[in-house]
């Protein structure tokens, strides 16, 4: 059965080996950082989607360096859950959850990604 519980994201598009993916996801808002550089710059896409297309993202995440959270509504379905996508490793842990969350920051420390940078925001 399809999971279709709906999770808001963020997709950095260069976090990606196909960008053709992203056509899988409801793209909500698309913003490009200021970078001077054009080559410096991010295209990031806040998202919608659903447990099932989130696992499947995490085959197309660069396998070091990049990362994309998900979350849903900590009001409103299951009170704040997070879901965090390395290339071939997903977690999920509740948002208070500092076990689950230490477990994901442990990985992305493991795949190069320094420590200020999983912060795993929730908007």
């Given at each position: 059965?399809?999971?279709?519980?709906?999770?808001?994201?963020?997709?950095?598009?260069?976090?990606?080996?196909?960008?053709?993916?992203?056509?899988?996801?409801?793209?909500?808002?698309?913003?490009?950082?200021?970078?001077?550089?054009?080559?410096?710059?991010?295209?990031?896409?806040?998202?919608?989607?659903?447990?099932?297309?989130?696992?499947?993202l995490?085959?197309?995440i660069?396998?070091?360096?990049?990362?994309?959270?998900?979350?849903?509504?900590?009001?409103?379905?299951?009170?704040?859950?997070?879901?965090?996508?390395?290339?071939?490793?997903?977690?999920?842990?509740?948002?208070d959850?500092?076990?689950?969350?230490?477990?994901?920051?442990?990985?992305?420390?493991?795949?190069?990604?320094?420590?200020?940078?999983?912060?795993?925001?929730?908007?």
């Open positions: 059965m399809q999971n279709y519980k709906k999770y808001k994201g963020a997709i950095v598009e260069e976090s990606l080996e196909d960008k053709k993916v992203l056509s899988d996801f409801d793209i909500v808002e698309t913003t490009v950082t200021d970078d001077e550089n054009p080559d410096d710059r991010w295209h990031i896409h806040k998202v919608l989607a659903d447990a099932e297309q989130i696992e499947k995490s085959k197309f660069k396998p070091t360096k990049w990362y994309a959270n998900f979350w849903t509504d900590p009001v409103r379905i299951e009170d704040g859950n997070i879901i965090v996508a390395y290339r071939d490793k997903v977690f999920s842990f509740h948002k959850d500092e076990v689950g969350r230490g477990e994901a920051i442990q990985y992305g420390l493991s795949v190069d990604i320094p420590l200020e940078q999983l912060d795993f925001f929730t908007e």
